[in-house]
Structure formats: structure tokens, C-alpha cells
């Protein structure tokens, strides 16, 4: 049995660059006796048609300038990735097959099949060659010799017998995509796209656990990513939705490609070989995904109407333009969408039975479930007719409807329709990691947070998460019983589980929210963003991690178009970091941050007045739960440290956290030991504490542990430590226990903008984990 089939197609194989990234992949992902199933590399298919044309026209010039550019093109892939007598070996068989391509089309003899074969078996001979130079023991195989058709039918148990003979289970198996042979030996193809269909027979005859196709996209997507830049990637796709979609010329999928595998277990999956380490979509069978809703565009199409339509003919057609076809019936008539370039070989294959009804036209099929479609009609209707959009033609379907327009649908009209269609019937799953106070107190305001998002999107909390236990429910966990779910139900877990968990969730958006203090969990975040989770964090590790890892989770999380939040991490409820977003997109520079940004360090410093040891107050705020369970993790300064950098990285530094400066809130000799020698000597503290006051009181000041930053003619300067303020400054006048932050910068550059207000305890700061999540579904409207 064969493990895994791998499909790359033709850009996939495009430049020597693509070959090392498909072999990268294969050694990633691949062991002997899997096979990897190959079109031809980049635009060959369509220049040996062209090929065939010109041998058509007997067009001789046509021919010799055309076999020049096949000859430059594997020439240069071959030089680029091989060396020594492989170069050799496949340069002496590239110059004799373009030889006998010659010879063949001078003497009129040249045979349209095996002409196109020729893509196929340079890209396989090609990459087995390349992996073999890399160590990894790979041979090249011809389709010719596994798939026989009798008429054009597949010989199922020859196949299958052929197939376990000449695949060889020590080695990684290349073999051709798009063709086959008849019962003579002649070669034949399986249409055009037809590489996935032969990875799809190939992983039916070898009884495969998993078929891969990868391809230019990262999966099957609501609509083309590349027009819509909301469009939704969506992690399952049921086979008779994909099916469909092939029909109507979807590029990712083409048609035939499911059939092998309808009555098997083998996974098919869609992968990106621009991006390996993105989450794919799986095609899954019928009744274990929901029906999802995609738009798809035509563009320059015919519609045809035939009389007595004969079974069979539409898949002859296909075969014949090389080319998907769609058909359907309306008020008893049956009528074909053609590419308009292949309308005239249509014509004349259906002689006498078919009329042209319109040309040249373009639009749009919504593909969604049945209970959906006449409401999805309407509203087409209205938005082509509010973008002065001409209708030529409609046909709505059981699961599908098709509009006909004069003008093509521009990326700006289709995002209107992706907004209308698609974006209101979108479902997100909430995932909470952190069950503590916080935690629990985000849950309690869930339930009227969806309330009020529920136009939006239909949310689901799916899963909890808490120290080394997990309760996840795909379907959703009862907001108002979730703490008995929990006690019944909830499980160890790996991480391996909790990614597999998210990886399986069928939702079009999935929103992972951090409410714990890990620095381990906020390890994982690169690969939540691989399984294309949104992120929320009150955890500030994330943003305070090394800067070379920071801006790779950055730039995956731009490229994948996922969202990030953490206002929370830095000052509870107060929303400093929309407030720094908010003004530099307005245009202004920040060039001054300073404040107090931990509520235990307010208490502190606001209630000292020197009538009782510093060290009672570190006591007392201890005993009503203020402080870390040992303080001097709040005393050292690395959390307002950790604080000031995540602003820092707000308006735009690549700091590292080392780059702060940080002065403890108590003497070097206290950091160490055991809390017992801290209680020891906390003198030391009272002394240290004392004499800053001392000092202070002299100058008609108080002491504040602040954090500042400063942005001055490009110089930077970050610190985090004791000073001491004028009794009438901002800093001076805090509510015990308060966070303050005071900003300057070009439009606030004498009068400073000043937030403030309560920077701990659990309403205030779920609260702010209830902003983020209100903005992040604002923002995927």
C-alpha cells in the first residue's frame, strides 16, 4: 500500500527554483514507496499545443521556432539543477525526443497524444534526476505503463494489477500526470487538468492513505483570493460542492478528479506549494462538512442550447477542447457553457443540434446549499443592478445559480458580492485558553457579547483550555452550564491533540484567545496561524518575544490576511494600543510614552507616604491578592519591561527587551534566594525605599515606578525605574492602583494626552479581551 500520492502542478515546476521547493516538500513529507504524480513544467502543455496547431497548419517555421523555445526552457532546467553525467544523460534524451518531434511532424506523422505526453515525462524524468542528486533514492515512472483505457474507459483491475508491479516501495515513485495508453500502446490523455485526476487513480489503484494536490493556492477558497482580499479559505469542502465547482471551472479543482475516490477512505487534501506549512482544505465526503457558499467567475464564454443531448457527450466534449464542461436543463431545453475559443470545435462536433444563444459573455456562479439559493438569487439581482451590471441570462438550480453578464465582474464588484453572499453566513469558533479569574469572568459576558454580535457572524465557543486539560465540543459548549461540561468532560491533552482539534474545526473563521500567563502557550501561536486562527492575547510573552520570531508571526499573520489583538496585554480595559494605532494612522508621530503601567506598582507608590515600612504595604497588597504569589516578580520591573516594549513595537521600534533599560523596585540582594529570605531581610527594601523618598520629599516630589520611551531625532531611549515627579504632575496624581499613560507627539506635543484608569482586576481587563474580540469580528465584516 502506498501511504501518500503527491500531485504538483505546472507552476509548481515552473523555474529550477520550484523543482527545489517541490523537492524540499518531498523530503518533508514523503518516505519510499509513496509517489508523486507531475504535470508538465509551467506553460509546456500549452506550447506543445501550440505545436500541434502549427503541425495542423503545416506551418513549418511555426514548428522550428516552437521546438527552439521547448529545447531553451528544459534546457535551462535541466542546467540549472543537475550536473555531471545526470546533465549529460538528460540533455542527450531532451535533443533525441525534439529530433524525433521534428523528423515525425516533417514526415506527417507526428500523433497529437504523444506529442503532449512529452511535458509530463520531461518534469518526471526531471525531478527523479534532481532527487536522486539530492540522496533520495527516485525513479521515474510513465503513466503509460500503470493506466490502460478500452475505448475510453478505464480498465479498473489491469490497472490496479499494474500498478502494485511497478511501483516500486523503495524508492519515492515520479510519475507522469495527464496520460495513459489504449489497449495498443498508443498514448492517450486524461483531459486537460487531468494530473489530478491521475493522482486521484493512482491513490485508488494503490489503496492510498492520503492524496495531495498542491498547487499555487493555500486550498479552496469562497471566492479567487487574488480578486477578493476577504476571501475565505476553507478548511473542508464536501466532494459534491467541489464537483460542482470543477463543472463550473473552478481552477483549483477539475473535473473527474473526485470519482476514484467516492466508496474509499483515502484523504484528499488541496496544499499550497508556495507555502507548505499552510493549513490545506479537505475534500471530505458527503455529511461530514456543512455545505459552504463560493462565487465563482466565468469570463468569455459561450452558451449553447443542444437538442437530444446523448449521455456520455459532454465528457467526450471535454476530452475534445481539453476543457471542463457544465450543463443543465431550463423550461426543457439543455443548454452547454463553452469557452468561447472552443465554441467553433463544439459546433462542429454537434452538427445539426446545437445553436449559439449568446457570445462573449461573462458573470458569475454562487455555488451554496439548497435552502440558500433563491435568497442568494435576489440579492445578485440587486447588487449587479445597483453596479449597472446587464444580466443576459439566469439559471437557478437545486444547489446552485448562474448569472450571464455582458461585462466581466471587476474585483470590486465581486467583493461587493463576497460581502453580501458570502460574509453573512460565516460561522467563528472561539477557543479560550486561561480559566482563571479573567477566564471565567470573559465567559460570564459572552453570552451578551454574541448577542450583540450575532448579526455579524453566528459564534460558537468551542473550546476550553486550562493548564494541561482541554474541553473541546466542535458543535459549541453551553454558555450557561460550561462549568459542569468542564468537570464532566474535560481531558488531559498533548499539544499535538489541541492542533489536530483546531485543525479539524469546520468554521470559516476560528479565534484562538489567550487569557493565561505562559510563555510556553505563546509558543504555539505560529502554528495557530498555520491553521489560520485569528489571534486575541492577553498573554504578553507573544509580544515581547525575540524580535526575529515577532516578525515572522507578523508577516504570517499579514500574508495568511489573519488578525491579531492584544490590548489587554499591556493595560487591561484601557485602550492604549488602539489609541496608538488610531493616531499614527491618522497621520501623527508619537515621540514620548511614559507612565505607570502596573496596577500592583500604583498601589504601591501611591499609597507609600513613609508612616509604615514599604515593605507592610508589599505584605498587605500580597494577602488581598495584588501581587504575583511571590512580589518580588512585580518588584524586579521585567512586566512593565515587557509592557513598554510591546508599546515600543506599536509604534513601529524592533526593539528587543534587553534594549530597556531596568532598575529594580528593590536592592540587587533581595532578587535572589527563597521567599523566606526576602521576608529576612526586608529591611534592605524599607532602607532602599526610604532614602528615593528622602530624596524625593527634599525636591517637593513623590515616587512613581514608571516606564518611559522616547522618539527624539531619531534617537531612542527606553527605560523602566523609580523616579521621582513634581507633586502636580499627572503621574503624582493616581488613584491607587490606576495605570496612566501619557503621550506626546506631534499634535500632543505640549498638552500631553493622558489615559488613565483602573490597569487590573478581572471586569475590567475580560472587558478589554471583549473589545479586541468586537473589533477583530468588525474588521472580518
Same mark, same amino acid.
Given at each position: 500500500?502506498?501511504?501518500?500520492? /503527491?500531485?504538483?502542478?505546472?507552476?509548481?515546476?515552473?523555474?529550477?527554483?520550484? =523543482?527545489?521547493?517541490?523537492?524540499?516538500?518531498?523530503?518533508?513529507?514523503?518516505?519510499?514507496?509513496?509517489?508523486?504524480?507531475?504535470?508538465?513544467?509551467?506553460?509546456?502543455?500549452?506550447?506543445?499545443?501550440?505545436?500541434?496547431?502549427?503541425?495542423?497548419?503545416?506551418?513549418?517555421?511555426?514548428?522550428?521556432?516552437?521546438?527552439?523555445?521547448?529545447?531553451? /526552457?528544459?534546457?535551462?532546467?535541466?542546467?540549472?539543477?543537475?550536473?555531471?553525467?545526470?546533465?549529460?544523460?538528460?540533455?542527450?534524451?531532451?535533443?533525441?525526443?525534439?529530433?524525433?518531434?521534428?523528423?515525425?511532424?516533417?514526415?506527417?506523422?507526428?500523433?497529437?497524444?504523444?506529442?503532449?505526453?512529452?511535458?509530463?515525462?520531461?518534469?518526471?524524468?526531471?525531478?527523479?534526476?534532481?532527487?536522486?542528486?539530492?540522496?533520495?533514492?527516485? +525513479?521515474?515512472?510513465?503513466?503509460?505503463?500503470?493506466?490502460?483505457?478500452?475505448?475510453?474507459?478505464?480498465?479498473?483491475?489491469?490497472?490496479?494489477?499494474?500498478?502494485?508491479?511497478?511501483?516500486?516501495?523503495?524508492?519515492?515513485?515520479?510519475?507522469?500526470?495527464?496520460?495513459?495508453?489504449?489497449?495498443?500502446?498508443?498514448?492517450?490523455?486524461? @483531459?486537460?487538468?487531468?494530473?489530478?485526476?491521475?493522482?486521484?487513480?493512482?491513490?485508488?489503484?494503490?489503496?492510498?492513505?492520503?492524496?495531495?494536490? $498542491?498547487?499555487?493556492?493555500?486550498?479552496?477558497?469562497?471566492?479567487?483570493?487574488?480578486?477578493?482580499?476577504?476571501?475565505?479559505?476553507?478548511?473542508?469542502?464536501?466532494?459534491?460542492?467541489?464537483?460542482?465547482?470543477?463543472?463550473?471551472?473552478?481552477?483549483?479543482?477539475?473535473?473527474?478528479?473526485?470519482?476514484?475516490?467516492?466508496?474509499? +477512505?483515502?484523504?484528499?487534501?488541496?496544499?499550497?506549494?508556495?507555502?507548505?506549512?499552510?493549513?490545506?482544505?479537505?475534500?471530505?465526503?458527503?455529511?461530514?462538512?456543512?455545505?459552504?457558499?463560493?462565487?465563482?467567475?466565468?469570463?468569455?464564454?459561450?452558451?449553447?442550447?443542444?437538442?437530444?443531448?446523448?449521455?456520455?457527450?459532454? @465528457?467526450?466534449?471535454?476530452?475534445?477542447?481539453?476543457?471542463?464542461?457544465?450543463?443543465?436543463?431550463?423550461?426543457?431545453?439543455?443548454?452547454?457553457?463553452?469557452?468561447?475559443?472552443?465554441?467553433?470545435?463544439?459546433?462542429?462536433?454537434?452538427?445539426?443540434?446545437?445553436?449559439?444563444?449568446?457570445?462573449?459573455?461573462?458573470?458569475?456562479?454562487?455555488?451554496?446549499?439548497?435552502?440558500?439559493?433563491?435568497?442568494?438569487?435576489?440579492?445578485?439581482?440587486?447588487?449587479?443592478?445597483?453596479?449597472?451590471?446587464?444580466?443576459?441570462?439566469?439559471?437557478?438550480?437545486?444547489?446552485?445559480?448562474?448569472?450571464?453578464?455582458?461585462?466581466?465582474?471587476?474585483?470590486?464588484?465581486?467583493?461587493?458580492?463576497?460581502?453580501?453572499?458570502?460574509?453573512?453566513?460565516?460561522?467563528?469558533?472561539?477557543?479560550?485558553?486561561?480559566?482563571?479569574?479573567?477566564?471565567?469572568?470573559?465567559?460570564?459576558?459572552?453570552?451578551?457579547?454574541?448577542?450583540?454580535?450575532?448579526?455579524?457572524?453566528?459564534?460558537?465557543?468551542?473550546?476550553?483550555?486550562?493548564?494541561?486539560?482541554?474541553?473541546?465540543?466542535?458543535? @459549541?459548549?453551553?454558555?450557561?452550564? $460550561?462549568?459542569?461540561?468542564?468537570?464532566?468532560?474535560?481531558?488531559?491533552?498533548?499539544?499535538?491533540?489541541?492542533?489536530?482539534?483546531?485543525?479539524?474545526?469546520?468554521?470559516?473563521?476560528?479565534?484562538?484567545?489567550?487569557?493565561?500567563?505562559?510563555?510556553?502557550?505563546?509558543?504555539?501561536?505560529?502554528?495557530?496561524?498555520?491553521?489560520?486562527?485569528?489571534?486575541? *492575547?492577553?498573554?504578553?510573552?507573544?509580544?515581547?518575544?525575540?524580535?526575529?520570531?515577532?516578525?515572522?508571526?507578523?508577516?504570517?499573520?499579514?500574508?495568511?490576511?489573519?488578525?491579531?489583538?492584544?490590548?489587554?496585554?499591556?493595560?487591561? @480595559?484601557?485602550?492604549?494600543?488602539?489609541?496608538?494605532?488610531?493616531?499614527?494612522?491618522?497621520?501623527?508621530?508619537?515621540?514620548?510614552?511614559?507612565?505607570?503601567?502596573?496596577?500592583?506598582?500604583?498601589?504601591?507608590?501611591? *499609597? =507609600?507616604?513613609?508612616?509604615?515600612?514599604?515593605?507592610?504595604?508589599?505584605?498587605?497588597?500580597?494577602?488581598?491578592?495584588?501581587?504575583?504569589?511571590?512580589?518580588?516578580?512585580?518588584?524586579?520591573?521585567?512586566?512593565?519591561?515587557?509592557?513598554?516594549?510591546?508599546?515600543?513595537?506599536?509604534?513601529?521600534?524592533?526593539?528587543?527587551?534587553?534594549?530597556?533599560?531596568?532598575?529594580?523596585?528593590?536592592?540587587?540582594?533581595?532578587? +535572589?534566594?527563597?521567599?523566606?529570605?526576602?521576608?529576612?531581610?526586608?529591611?534592605?527594601?524599607?532602607?532602599?525605599?526610604?532614602?528615593?523618598?528622602?530624596?524625593?520629599?527634599?525636591?517637593?516630589?513623590?515616587?512613581?515606578?514608571?516606564?518611559?520611551?522616547?522618539?527624539?531625532?531619531?534617537?531612542?531611549?527606553?527605560?523602566?525605574?523609580?523616579?521621582?515627579?513634581?507633586?502636580?504632575?499627572?503621574?503624582?496624581?493616581?488613584?491607587?492602583?490606576?495605570?496612566?499613560?501619557?503621550?506626546?507627539?506631534?499634535?500632543?506635543?505640549?498638552?500631553?494626552?493622558?489615559?488613565?484608569?483602573?490597569?487590573?482586576?478581572?471586569?475590567?481587563?475580560?472587558?478589554?479581551?471583549?473589545?479586541?474580540?468586537?473589533?477583530?469580528?468588525?474588521?472580518?465584516?
Amino acid at each position: 500500500m502506498v501511504d501518500v500520492v /503527491h500531485k504538483f502542478g505546472g507552476s509548481s515546476l515552473s523555474s529550477p527554483e520550484r =523543482y527545489q521547493a517541490v523537492a524540499n516538500i518531498v523530503l518533508a513529507n514523503s518516505q519510499s514507496g509513496d509517489c508523486i504524480v507531475v504535470s508538465a513544467a509551467g506553460k509546456t502543455t500549452d506550447t506543445l499545443v501550440k505545436l500541434w496547431h502549427s503541425y495542423q497548419y503545416e506551418d513549418n517555421q511555426a514548428q522550428s521556432d516552437i521546438i527552439l523555445l521547448l529545447d531553451n /526552457h528544459q534546457r535551462s532546467l535541466i542546467e540549472s539543477l543537475l550536473k555531471g553525467a545526470q546533465k549529460q544523460k538528460l540533455l542527450s534524451l531532451l535533443n533525441q525526443e525534439l529530433a524525433t518531434i521534428s523528423e515525425l511532424a516533417h514526415s506527417n506523422n507526428l500523433h497529437e497524444a504523444t506529442l503532449l505526453a512529452h511535458g509530463e515525462l520531461w518534469s518526471a524524468r526531471l525531478l527523479a534526476a534532481y532527487l536522486d542528486e539530492l540522496g533520495i533514492e527516485a +525513479g521515474a515512472i510513465d503513466a503509460r505503463q500503470l493506466f490502460t483505457l478500452n475505448d475510453g474507459q478505464l480498465l479498473h483491475q489491469k490497472n490496479q494489477q499494474q500498478c502494485s508491479e511497478l511501483i516500486n516501495k523503495h524508492q519515492i515513485n515520479v510519475i507522469t500526470g495527464f496520460i495513459a495508453a489504449d489497449c495498443q500502446g498508443n498514448a492517450v490523455t486524461l @483531459g486537460r487538468n487531468g494530473s489530478d485526476y491521475s493522482a486521484t487513480l493512482l491513490g485508488y489503484y494503490c489503496q492510498a492513505k492520503q492524496v495531495s494536490i $498542491w498547487t499555487d493556492t493555500q486550498g479552496v477558497f469562497s471566492t479567487d483570493p487574488r480578486k477578493v482580499n476577504k476571501a475565505i479559505k476553507y478548511s473542508k469542502v464536501c466532494r459534491g460542492q467541489a464537483n460542482l465547482l470543477a463543472r463550473l471551472g473552478n481552477p483549483v479543482l477539475h473535473a473527474k478528479t473526485l470519482s476514484p475516490l467516492k466508496n474509499t +477512505g483515502t484523504k484528499l487534501l488541496v496544499r499550497s506549494s508556495y507555502d507548505c506549512d499552510a493549513s490545506s482544505t479537505e475534500i471530505v465526503k458527503e455529511g461530514f462538512c456543512k455545505a459552504k457558499r463560493f462565487i465563482t467567475t466565468l469570463e468569455n464564454i459561450d452558451l449553447l442550447r443542444v437538442d437530444k443531448l446523448k449521455a456520455g457527450e459532454v @465528457g467526450e466534449l471535454s476530452q475534445l477542447i481539453q476543457h471542463s464542461l457544465h450543463y443543465f436543463s431550463k423550461s426543457g431545453d439543455t443548454y452547454l457553457l463553452v469557452p468561447a475559443l472552443a465554441t467553433h470545435q463544439v459546433v462542429n462536433y454537434l452538427t445539426g443540434r446545437v445553436n449559439i444563444i449568446e457570445s462573449n459573455l461573462n458573470g458569475c456562479a454562487v455555488v451554496a446549499p439548497e435552502t440558500d439559493i433563491k435568497h442568494l438569487a435576489e440579492q445578485v439581482v440587486t447588487v449587479l443592478s445597483e453596479q449597472s451590471i446587464v444580466t443576459r441570462f439566469s439559471h437557478q438550480d437545486q444547489d446552485y445559480l448562474l448569472t450571464l453578464t455582458d461585462q466581466k465582474l471587476t474585483s470590486d464588484v465581486l467583493s461587493i458580492l463576497h460581502d453580501k453572499l458570502i460574509n453573512k453566513s460565516q460561522e467563528l469558533a472561539l477557543i479560550i485558553a486561561g480559566l482563571g479569574n479573567v477566564g471565567e469572568t470573559f465567559i460570564e459576558q459572552l453570552e451578551q457579547q454574541l448577542m450583540r454580535l450575532s448579526a455579524q457572524f453566528n459564534i460558537k465557543l468551542v473550546g476550553l483550555l486550562r493548564s494541561e486539560q482541554m474541553l473541546f465540543s466542535p458543535s @459549541g459548549i453551553n454558555l450557561t452550564s $460550561w462549568k459542569t461540561q468542564w468537570q464532566n468532560e474535560a481531558v488531559n491533552y498533548q499539544q499535538h491533540e489541541l492542533l489536530a482539534h483546531l485543525s479539524e474545526l469546520d468554521y470559516e473563521h476560528k479565534v484562538v484567545i489567550d487569557i493565561t500567563a505562559s510563555e510556553g502557550f505563546s509558543l504555539l501561536y505560529p502554528a495557530f496561524v498555520d491553521l489560520d486562527c485569528h489571534l486575541i *492575547s492577553a498573554n504578553k510573552y507573544a509580544g515581547t518575544a525575540d524580535n526575529s520570531w515577532y516578525q515572522a508571526l507578523r508577516n504570517n499573520l499579514t500574508e495568511r490576511n489573519l488578525l491579531w489583538r492584544y490590548n489587554t496585554s499591556v493595560g487591561a @480595559g484601557l485602550p492604549i494600543n488602539f489609541t496608538l494605532a488610531d493616531l499614527q494612522n491618522s497621520g501623527d508621530k508619537i515621540t514620548h510614552i511614559e507612565g505607570v503601567f502596573s496596577g500592583t506598582l500604583s498601589w504601591l507608590c501611591s *499609597s =507609600y507616604d513613609g508612616s509604615q515600612p514599604f515593605s507592610e504595604l508589599v505584605l498587605e497588597a500580597q494577602k488581598m491578592g495584588f501581587t504575583e504569589p511571590d512580589p518580588r516578580e512585580d518588584l524586579s520591573g521585567r512586566d512593565m519591561q515587557r509592557k513598554l516594549l510591546i508599546l515600543a513595537r506599536e509604534v513601529g521600534l524592533t526593539l528587543e527587551l534587553d534594549d530597556i533599560a531596568l532598575t529594580p523596585l528593590m536592592p540587587e540582594q533581595l532578587a +535572589g534566594g527563597d521567599w523566606q529570605s526576602f521576608l529576612d531581610n526586608k529591611d534592605l527594601l524599607d532602607t532602599f525605599v526610604a532614602e528615593k523618598a528622602a530624596a524625593a520629599t527634599a525636591k517637593n516630589e513623590v515616587l512613581r515606578y514608571t516606564g518611559a520611551l522616547s522618539l527624539i531625532n531619531g534617537k531612542v531611549a527606553a527605560e523602566v525605574g523609580l523616579v521621582s515627579v513634581l507633586k502636580s504632575d499627572a503621574l503624582a496624581n493616581l488613584t491607587p492602583g490606576d495605570n496612566i499613560f501619557v503621550i506626546n507627539s506631534q499634535w500632543y506635543s505640549d498638552n500631553a494626552l493622558v489615559i488613565q484608569g483602573p490597569g487590573a482586576g478581572k471586569e475590567v481587563t475580560a472587558a478589554g479581551v471583549h473589545s479586541d474580540l468586537y473589533w477583530l469580528v468588525q474588521n472580518l465584516q
